[in-house]
């Protein structure tokens, strides 16, 4: 399996962004129907019903991919629920999640719902913010009660291994935490576990959460197949968004 850097990727995309493709969308549909196909799974989920999901949304076009994957769900009659981790959030996104049906549970009490730009830099930034134990509270219980967790915090834009800040980093603690109680629900990494390096699988430290399946869209990042992000990817599921000869053109920064 060959893994790509992030700007190796963003290098790829970029022709097919200026030519106005959707990208986004392309993603979006694959995430949607593999977290389909896994709430279906008797594996994953035994129980009847259409099942739930609980979408962790960073800032950025991570966030955005999760945001409407959730409202692809969400028209299929699938139980979303919406948790923002940021200051600001995908505003197109946040909407189509709604309409479809989406539940948005809580958000930072400064975070910005409309269509501004959006950066992963709000999700790294230092400063704690006051709420930051109350919306870890919420993510424990509505994971709990969750089949599945979709982690769209942060995704290639973000940087290096660079640790998470509050409060998705206590959102994170807090769903680390019903693993410790066997009470783990299956969390679907969107594109990369958040806070895992891009390039070289590098965390910072030990506040990412570990997920059962990463679906990542366009290559397979190289920090997917290569130190700690190996181990906290889980199973990778491929979704081809249209850049795949592009890719193939280049040469890979890992191999397995």
């Keep these: 399996m060959d893994g790509y850097g992030g700007g190796q990727v963003r290098a790829a995309e970029r022709p097919h962004l200026e030519a106005g493709e959707p990208l986004m969308q392309r993603a979006a549909d694959g995430l949607a129907r593999i977290v389909g196909e896994l709430l ?9 019903g259409p099942g739930s999901v609980l979408l962790l949304v960073g800032s950025g076009d991570n966030g955005g991919d999760a945001l409407f994957a959730g409202a692809r769900l969400a028209a299929d009659g699938r139980h979303v629920a919406v948790l923002r981790v940021g200051s600001r959030v995908h505003g197109a996104g946040l909407a189509a999640a709604l309409d479809a049906g989406a539940r948005l549970l809580d958000g930072p009490s400064d975070a910005d719902t409309g269509t501004g ?14 709420d930051a134990d109350r919306l870890a509270a919420v993510a424990a219980e509505a994971a709990a009660e969750a089949d599945l967790v979709l982690d769209g915090i942060l995704g290639i834009g973000a940087g290096g291994g660079t640790s998470l800040r509050s409060p998705a980093r206590q959102v994170v603690d807090a769903i680390r935490e019903l693993a410790r109680d066997q009470r783990a629900p299956f969390v679907v990494a969107v594109d990369v576990p958040s806070g895992i ?3 070289t699988g590098a965390v910072a430290d030990d506040h990412v959460l570990h997920a059962d399946v990463t679906v990542t869209f366009g290559g397979v990042k190289a920090g997917l197949l290569t130190g ?24 890979p920064l890992v191999r397995t």
């Design 117 to 130: 730009t959006a950066g992963a830099a709000d999700i790294l930034r230092a400063a704690v913010t006051p």
């Design 197 to 199: 390096d891009v390039d």
């Design 40 to 48: 279906d799974d008797p594996a994953v989920r035994p129980q009847d």
């Design 228 to 251: 700690p992000g190996a181990t906290l990817a889980g199973r990778i599921e491929l979704v081809d968004v249209g850049i795949g000869a592009d890719l193939a053109a280049t040469e």
